[in-house]
Each structure stands twice: as C-alpha cells, then as structure tokens.
Nanobody, 127 residues
Framework: HVQLVESGGGPVQAGGSLRLSCTASGFTFDRPDMAWYRESPGNDCEMVWSITRDGITRYSDSVKGRFTISQDNANNTLYLQMNDLKTGDTAVYYC??????????????????????WGQGTQVTVS
C-alpha cells in the first residue's frame, strides 16, 4: 500500500524559506519517480519539480533558481527546498509518485493525473 505524506507547509513572509517533506511508504525509494505540484484558487495546476528513476529532473520556470529538490533514501523522503518565496507561491503543494502518463495539459486540479499516487497536500501561505 503506497502512501505519501507531505509536511512542512505553513505561513511565511515573502523572501523567506520553507522546506517541504514528502515521506513515502509502500515502495522502494532508492530510485524515486516523483514530483511536486501546486494548486491555488484561480490558477491552473502547476508541476513544480519532477525527478525520474534515471535522475532526470525538470522544474517550472516560475521556481527556477529558487526551489530545489533533494532526497533522503534512508528516510524515504523527498524534499522541496523553497527559497526567496513570493506571494505567488501561495498554494497547496502535493507530492506524487509513479508516473503513468505525460502531462495532460492545463487544468485547475492537480491530483489524479500523470502520477498514480498522491499525498493529501500541505498549504504554503506567503504574505
């Protein structure tokens, strides 16, 4: 049974930093096929960062130079380090695993597409 649990969200001032965690269970974590998405009212779902089993990473231009991902295999955790946060980064951030389809296109809601497993999300509020 695969489970993803996000944590680390909360309120933060613009220019500040947060590190989100996605702790996984139920699958081998040494070669994760995972992604971080975000969703906010009035905006389309955005894939923030993704990493494949071959270690290929992709990220949204909106977070370039500010966000990075890392992983702790011993603790089955994928991190999203977010620096220089902006009010536009306010969103619910979701972790996802096991890619099964390409990006399907713009949509308001993230969960349920491209990746088989999704966490419940963690709210990040930048003011």
């Amino acid at each position: 049974h695969v489970q993803l649990v996000e944590s680390g969200g909360g309120p933060v001032q613009a220019g500040g930093s947060l590190r989100l965690s996605c702790t996984a269970s139920g699958f081998t974590f040494d070669r994760p096929d995972m992604a971080w998405y975000r969703e906010s009212p009035g905006n389309d779902c955005e894939m923030v960062w993704s990493i494949t089993r071959d270690g290929i990473t992709r990220y949204s231009d909106s977070v370039k130079g500010r966000f990075t991902i890392s992983q702790d295999n011993a603790n089955n955790t994928l991190y999203l380090q977010m620096n220089d946060l902006k009010t536009g980064d306010t969103a619910v951030y979701y972790c996802a695993s096991e890619l099964y389809s390409p990006w399907i296109g713009s949509r308001p809601k993230c969960r349920g597409y491209e990746y088989k497993y999704w966490g419940q999300g963690t709210q990040v509020t930048v003011s």
